[in-house]
T-cell receptor, first 114, second 116 residues
Framework: AQTVTQSQPEMSVQEAETVTLSCTYD???????LFWYKQPPSRQMILVIR??????QNATENRFSVNFQKAAKSFSLKISDSQLGDTAMYFC???????????FGAGTRLTVKP | NAGVMQNPRHLVRRRGQEARLRCSPM?????VYWYRQLPEEGLKFMVY????????ESGMPKERFSAEFPKEGPSILRIQQVVRGDSAAYFC??????????????FGNGTRLTVT
């Protein structure tokens, strides 16, 4: 079974600084996808970034980047130049290529302080 | 370019009543997924549907829960005889193709069900 673990229930960062959120997962598959979703107080689930396991290059989206370590089954999210609007719950998620069941971690609550 | 639309946003039901949650997928999306989020937890998969077919309901409780996605109209998640443990946020997501890997899910804003 695939499981996703986020070991940091809560984190905080000063505005304009950098923060890294951790995620590890367990799978026996070689071809899969990893995601980070953001859930602000509005409750909407917003896709932040996506990584394909067969690509060695780490995905980046503006201020968001990942450190994907396939052998270690680690998928951390780095947020640079943190902004107040980044305050939210962040969920790491795993999806096998042909699976209908996306697995989510328990989430990390990030607070950006002014 | 409307996203995934869920209604109602909040739903309060007394124990024993029925709850009906609606989801209209994004335009052009024919694959719908329902997830449940308990307080302080991540989302848990419930069911995956295509038009008029349930493809995977491995995450659905065996009793009281059902889902449909008719040829016309929104997808419906129905919970009969609700109990307090059903209180949660229920999210709908849609995609253009089957398989969540290479076709990322687009989520709605969720319906928060409170059972009193």
């Amino acid at each position: 079974a695939q499981t996703v673990t986020q070991s940091q229930p809560e984190m905080s960062v000063q505005e304009a600084e950098t923060v890294t959120l951790s995620c590890t997962y367990d799978t026996s598959e070689s071809n899969y996808y990893l995601f980070w979703y953001k859930q602000p107080p509005s409750r909407q689930m917003i896709l932040v970034i996506r990584q394909e396991a067969y690509k060695q290059q780490n995905a980046t989206e503006n201020r968001f980047s990942v450190n994907f370590q396939k052998a270690a089954k680690s998928f951390s999210l780095k947020i640079s130049d943190s902004q107040l609007g980044d305050t939210a719950m962040y969920f790491c998620a795993y999806a096998y290529y042909n699976n209908n069941d996306m697995r989510f971690g328990a989430g990390t609550r990030l607070t950006v302080k002014p | 370019n409307a996203g995934v639309m869920q209604n109602p946003r909040h739903l309060v039901r007394r124990r024993g009543q029925e709850a009906r949650l609606r989801c209209s997928p994004m335009k052009g999306h024919s694959h719908v997924y329902w997830y449940r989020q308990l307080p302080e937890e991540g989302l848990k998969f419930m069911v995956y549907l295509q038009k008029e077919n349930i493809i995977d309901e491995s995450g659905m409780p065996k009793e009281r829960f059902s889902a449909e996605f008719p040829k016309e109209g929104p997808s419906i998640l129905r919970i009969q005889q609700v109990v307090r443990g059903d209180s949660a946020a229920y999210f709908c997501a849609s995609s253009t193709r089957p398989g969540t890997g290479d076709s990322p899910l687009h989520f709605g804003n969720g319906t928060r069900l409170t059972v009193t």
